[in-house]
């Protein structure tokens, strides 16, 4: 097998050297009768140029991404990726090693974690950020938890427009816990109304949740949502699934948040129809012994130079065993790095440009879009590059008709809520061209 | 001495020392659009106080060579004990980048992902094969992802039956997300001692096996490298009680191709794709854990489940009883496809290679350390070989002292004081993918750092001399923990 450097012969010299005949002696202390008799049921082994071929095959299986025009996100956004991204990450330095258990070999990875936390902060505008979380669904159930133990309640208010997926993974994070999740309908308008919000909340509220933007793309009023949270001693988490929204929109730490979470994908991870992605989670530093999740800090050797460690170590389950506030043992190294070196490439002005840019885009399609005869914004307000359009007819059909002319209508919402049989879900960004856009108002026109 | 001649190395500052204002490594396109009217002032955000601003140049250099202070697998010997560092493939990173897959959004329609849907599909058939299982999902996004999935479906089975029970019983020698895992789905863990042998006690296991047991995690072969050769009789018993065998599947590679969990007795299990299939660690993940059933319990597995139809591969979420999502949308899919890659690549035959390499490789090491370094366990070695300090500490030193040093000879350290059931612990774990020069080489330094132990105790107590920092004040560090970077004249961040 080419991945294996021992030859035939050389096998032989160890195997006489621990005084061994057949390979097959090795495995005496599993008992015969358990051991498999014959070779596994797989495909033969393929030379590389064969995998390669299929696998290219396989590929293109799926949608051409250059020939189509997608305009999904829905928690998933496709951004272009400088180029300097991959090849970075692609350093062996960085992606053939593990978790920084041992500082003097690992300062790269721990500095990047360290500078991957301050970015969080900055961009949340909160005062601690953990090394990430497997995504951002995951890390609103890790953050129901540390809400939970922070305030040993039982109650968790979370509106309706946090990601349905989101809700889900909480749901079965959260199960075992005897903790209640409700549901708070969101108004007309497509926002969570503060004073509504007031008045389901109870001193046994442990947290409210809100998105921002929500689900369906809206603005949330969030200082008055902390305020009404914070007047019961609830938590207000917000989470954010399109990260490129906070070159733009404040950071909620400085709206009232205590725990900023969600998905930073879109800081230069590729779509990979799903996954590998970057849940983060940010804290006021109150919580910093309730954090879930890796932590780098700063610290200095023996001959005072500053070098970074995982630290704080004896909240995780290495240490703590079944009393750890996780269960989680890494973090996403990869795309961690992944969104640090996006970042800082853009930069300051990179990122509000980028945030602008895509708002424009969105605010164009919305014009272009709601004077289609019978289409119309439902929830018309502020918006960042996401909104709902409601259809005159039903648009399962309709979208499948414009997929067929390579056009990709965003999210047909009944996918998530089998009552909104009209509404399609349509995110913009910097990949969708101005003349993208106006081929899916043509389209669109003439379809429906 | 000649380490005087050279000059101090210049250390590589923070991204936010290295920003000057007015610069930025990226242009963002054109408009072609109208500006958009302004949004409220109450949602927009104002300048962000120490943001960095770098050209590509220096974004470059930067990740550049604090890359260089790491040391990663490509770079040599990585014997780090329970974590596989396998050599990574690098066809599987080619496959993950080509634009079909890596463009692909998760939503698309199932006409749309026909390729995606069709790598997902046959990986859970080839993992099933592997392991022995009937039905596996890909949606965990690590091994302590799975092992909740894994233990979330016990507790959902132990429901449908009326009772979920209270107690899961862990041995001593486990990883600590099973615990931590067990845990969060609302059981009480009680630990199975370690016989001398280092396996499951068997007596005390029976003991302890009762109707309010819900399940026993094992690994096997455990975190000794010992293979649990009583798992047809410990599956019995934990059976005999109505309770469920959850096999921690992290040390798959030591018997891949040669047995299987599934024929042993355990109804579910996780796999670690990062570990046995070759999906690089990443610097700390991305991972994958998916998670294998035997029949009764695969209608609790996570939804949506991929079905092969006649009109092409479709996700199906119509199982009632399914313990619902862990993950958004499906899972670390590019982690599934360098795992299916690397399935492919190594066919039958190559599998059980991985299997056969990896446990001769440790047993040569085993084999030429043993006596230079105490073993505490004599029995078999599989994948993995576990020594202790307990001989060096004459010399006043410790197993930390050892990993150190070793850095010194350019080798990462082996995983040290785990299992907690050793004192001292050094876990080896060369894999598959070193020859006999590079293990030789290793052997060599673990040798001379012994007889170091005893002329120069002060070298390892002081080391490691060549890396680019030395032991770091890591006590001082927790207790005044700075968790990240703040400007000089920090006036707060709007």
Same mark, same amino acid.
């Given at each position: 097998m080419r991945y294996i450097p021992s030859s035939p012969g050389e096998r032989r010299r160890l195997l006489e050297a621990i005084g061994l005949r057949h390979a097959g002696e090795l495995f005496d202390s599993i008992p015969r009768e358990f051991r498999l008799e014959r070779p596994l049921s797989l495909p033969d082994p393929m030379p590389e140029a064969d995998l390669v071929e299929h696998l290219r095959g396989l590929s293109e299986q799926n949608l051409d991404p250059r020939a189509a025009a997608v305009f999904l996100g829905a928690g998933a956004y496709r951004h272009f990726i400088p180029a300097v991204v991959d090849h970075l990450i692609s350093r062996s330095e960085f992606y053939s090693s593990y978790t920084p258990y041992q500082p003097e070999f690992?300062?790269?990875?721990?500095?990047?974690?360290?500078?991957?936390? +301050?970015?969080?902060? $900055?961009?949340?505008?909160?005062?601690?950020?953990? *090394?990430?979380?497997?995504? #951002?669904?995951?890390a609103l159930g890790e953050a129901i938890l540390l809400a939970h133990r922070a305030r040993r309640r039982r109650r968790v208010v979370t509106a309706a427009t946090v990601h349905p997926e989101y809700l889900k993974v909480a749901a079965t994070l959260t199960s075992r816990l005897d903790l209640r999740i409700e549901t708070l309908p969101s108004g007309a308008d497509g926002l969570v109304d503060p004073g509504r919000l007031a008045q389901s909340l109870d001193p046994q509220t442990a947290a409210v949740v809100i998105q921002q933007p929500n689900f369906l793309g809206r603005l949330e009023e969030v200082e008055a949502i902390a305020e009404a949270a914070h007047r019961v001693g609830a938590l207000l988490l917000v989470v954010v699934n399109e990260a490129v929204s906070l070159g733009l929109l404040k950071g909620p730490g400085s709206q009232g948040a205590d725990v900023v979470l969600g998905e930073a994908q879109s800081l230069g991870v590729p779509l990979s129809f799903g996954g590998p992605y970057l849940g983060f989670m940010a804290i006021r530093s109150d919580f910093l012994r309730e954090l879930p999740g890796r932590l780098v800090g700063q610290a200095r050797d023996a001959a005072g130079r500053t070098g970074y460690v995982l630290t704080l170590a004896t909240r995780e389950q290495h240490i703590r065993r079944e009393r750890a506030t996780s269960n989680i043992c890494t973090n996403q190294g990869l795309c961690m790095l992944a969104a640090s070196i996006f970042l800082a490439t853009l930069g300051k002005q990179g990122m509000r440009d980028l945030a602008d840019l895509n708002r424009a885009r969105a605010e164009y399609a919305k014009s272009r879009l709601s004077r289609i005869p019978g289409c119309r914004i439902p929830h018309d307000g502020p918006t960042f590059n996401e909104f709902v359009l409601e259809l005159p007819g039903e648009a399962k059909p309709l979208h499948r008709a414009l997929l067929r002319k390579g056009i990709v209508a965003g999210l047909p919402l009944a996918d998530y809520f089998p009552e909104r049989k009209r509404d399609l879900l349509l995110a913009f960004t910097e990949m969708n061209s101005k003349s993208q856009i106006d081929r899916l108002a043509e389209a669109l026109g003439e379809a429906r | 001495m000649s380490v005087e001649k050279v000059p101090p190395k210049r250390p590589e500052g923070l991204l936010f020392e290295q920003?000057?204002? #007015?610069? /930025?490594?990226?242009?963002?396109?054109? *408009?072609?659009?109208?500006?958009?009217?302004?949004?409220?002032?109450?949602?927009? @955000?104002?300048?962000?106080? !120490?943001?960095?601003?770098?050209?590509?140049? &220096?974004?470059? @250099?930067?990740?550049?060579?604090?890359? @260089?202070? %790491?040391? #990663?697998?490509? $770079?040599?010997?990585?014997?780090?004990?329970?974590?596989?560092?396998?050599?990574?493939?690098?066809?599987?990173?080619?496959?993950?980048?080509?634009? !079909?897959?890596?463009?692909?959004?998760?939503?698309?329609?199932?006409?749309? =992902?026909q390729g995606s849907l069709q790598v997902v599909s046959?990986? &859970?058939?080839?993992?099933?094969?592997?392991?022995?299982?009937?039905?596996? +999902?890909? $949606?965990?996004?690590?091994?302590?992802?799975?092992?909740?999935?894994?233990?979330?479906? =016990? @507790?959902?089975?132990?429901?449908? /039956?009326? %009772?979920? /029970? $209270?107690?899961?019983?862990?041995?001593?020698?486990?990883?600590?997300?099973?615990?931590?895992?067990a845990h969060l789905c609302g059981y009480r863990v009680e630990e199975i001692a370690s016989d001398s042998r280092g396996c499951v006690d068997l007596p005390h296991l029976r003991e302890r096996m009762s109707e309010d047991v819900a399940v026993l995690m094992l690994t096997n072969p455990n975190t000794l490298g010992v293979f649990e050769s009583e798992i047809g009789e410990i599956c019995r018993v934990v059976h005999d009680a109505g309770g469920i065998v959850y096999l921690d599947g992290a040390n798959l590679n030591a018997f891949v191709g040669v047995a299987r969990p599934g024929d042993m007795g355990a109804d579910v299990m996780h796999v670690n794709l990062h570990k046995t299939f070759s999906t690089p660690h990443g610097?700390? !993940?991305?991972?994958?854990?998916?998670? #294998?059933?035997?029949?009764?319990?695969?209608?609790?597995?996570?939804?949506?489940?991929?079905?092969?139809?006649?009109?092409?591969?479709?996700?199906?979420?119509?199982?009632?009883?399914?313990?619902?999502?862990?993950?958004?949308?499906?899972? %670390?899919? !590019?982690?599934?496809l360098r795992a299916y890659a690397y399935v492919l690549a190594n066919g039958p035959g190559g599998l059980r290679e991985i299997a056969e390499t990896a446990v001769l490789n440790a047993n040569y090491v085993r084999k030429r350390l043993e006596g230079t370094y105490h073993l505490p366990y004599s029995s078999p070695t599989l994948h993995e070989v576990i020594f202790s300090d307990r001989n060096l500490e004459k010399h006043g030193v410790r197993t930390l002292d050892v990993a150190k040093r070793l850095m010194d000879y350019g080798f990462h350290p082996p995983t040290i004081y785990f299992p907690l059931i050793v004192k001292g612990a050094l876990m080896i774990e060369p894999t598959e993918s070193e020859g006999i020069q590079e293990l030789d080489a290793f052997i060599e330094a673990m040798i001379r750092i012994a007889r170091e132990a005893e002329e120069d105790p002060d070298l390892l107590r002081t080391a490691p001399h060549s890396t680019p920092i030395g032991r770091l004040d890591e006590a001082a560090a927790a207790r005044k923990p700075i968790l990240r970077w703040t400007p000089a004249t920090s006036k707060g961040e709007a």
């Open positions: 690992s300062q790269g990875t721990l500095q990047a974690i360290f500078e991957f936390q +301050t970015l969080i902060c $900055q961009l949340t505008s909160l005062d601690i950020s953990n *090394a990430s979380l497997y995504d #951002g669904a995951s | 920003s000057t204002a #007015g610069k /930025r490594g990226c242009e963002v396109p054109a *408009a072609q659009v109208p500006a958009a009217a302004p949004l409220d002032a109450r949602f927009i @955000r104002g300048e962000i106080e !120490g943001f960095p601003e770098l050209s590509e140049r &220096e974004v470059v @250099r930067h990740f550049t060579r604090i890359s @260089r202070l %790491n040391y #990663g697998n490509d $770079q040599g010997f990585y014997p780090l004990g329970s974590c596989t560092m396998k050599y990574n493939p690098k066809v599987n990173e080619k496959a993950a980048r080509l634009e !079909g897959f890596a463009e692909a959004h998760p939503l698309l329609p199932e006409e749309a =992902v046959e990986l &859970e058939r080839f993992l099933c094969e592997i392991a022995g299982m009937d039905a596996f +999902t890909l $949606q965990p996004a690590a091994g302590a992802q799975g092992e909740l999935t894994g233990i979330r479906m =016990v @507790r959902a089975f132990h429901e449908s /039956r009326g %009772n979920p /029970r $209270q107690v899961v019983l862990i041995p001593d020698s486990a990883h600590g997300t099973n615990p931590a895992s610097g700390g !993940g991305p991972g994958s854990g998916p998670v #294998g059933v035997k029949e009764p319990l695969a209608r609790f597995l996570p939804v949506p489940r991929v079905a092969r139809t006649e009109a092409g591969y479709r996700w199906r979420s119509d199982f009632p009883e399914s313990i619902g999502r862990v993950h958004a949308f499906h899972g %670390n899919f !590019g982690m599934v």
